[in-house]
């Protein structure tokens, strides 16, 4: 796998293609229409590769930036940006991508925009929601991670515990171990 899904919502997980954001050389996980088509198929919302071609991953990845900038006003309380708000409600007009029941079940293909224009609604419908108050970022430092806070508390402070929360909570007990050492 290429692409990893700690969010449990395909937007937020989009999100996260660009992986430490803030750092000075974040790590873009869609270099290339194929890891675009990729990340289409593991997080299974197409069972076969869209075929992405550059114009689709440059649309794409614009998509991804607009939700970003609509989720980062929503966790600092600002007013939404327009041309995110633009970009983001031109996707969702789209048609969806397709499901169809074959003989082994369900069977989800279209197109690269038919991808993007399910993306885009499920952000409409994230972002224009109550669910919209449950946004966080990952508390980890070097993470970017955006995801819900459905704990119960909503105390959540990392994207997922397996990842950012061992490290740092790994990092906090060597920092203790080291400090009681000297």
């Known amino acids: 796998m290429n692409h990893?899904?700690?969010?449990?919502?395909?937007?937020?997980d989009f999100v996260g293609t660009l992986r430490a954001r803030r750092n000075a050389a974040p790590a873009e996980k869609l270099a290339t229409p194929e890891l675009l088509d990729d990340w289409f198929v593991e997080s299974g919302m197409m069972d076969l590769p869209p075929g992405a071609d550059e114009t689709d991953l440059?649309?794409?990845?614009?998509?991804?930036?607009?939700?970003?900038?609509?989720?980062?006003?929503?966790?600092?309380?600002?007013?939404?940006?327009?041309?995110?708000v633009?970009?983001?409600?031109?996707?969702?007009?789209?048609l969806p991508v397709r499901l169809r029941l074959g003989r082994d079940g369900a069977i989800r293909t279209g197109s690269v925009a038919q991808g993007l224009a399910s993306l885009a609604r499920e952000a409409v419908e994230l972002l224009g929601g109550d669910e919209a108050a449950l946004l966080r970022e990952c508390a980890r430092p070097e993470c970017t991670q955006v995801y819900l806070?459905?704990?119960?508390?909503?105390?959540?402070e990392w994207c997922a515990m397996r990842t950012c929360g061992n490290r740092v909570k790994a990092a906090a007990y060597r920092a203790r171990?080291?400090?009681?050492?000297?």
């Not at 990893?4 to 937020?12: E, I, V």
């Not at 440059?58 to 995110?84: H, N, Q, S």
């Not at 171990?177 to 000297?182: D, G, K, S, V, Y």
């Open 4 to 12: 990893a899904f700690p969010c449990g919502t395909l937007p937020l």
């Open 58 to 84: 440059a649309v794409a990845v614009d998509l991804r930036e607009a939700i970003y900038a609509l989720v980062a006003a929503r966790l600092w309380g600002e007013e939404l940006p327009t041309k995110a």
């Open 86 to 94: 633009t970009t983001l409600n031109k996707q969702a007009i789209g």
């Open 149 to 156: 806070d459905r704990s119960r508390g909503h105390r959540r």
């Open 177 to 182: 171990q080291q400090t009681a050492l000297t």
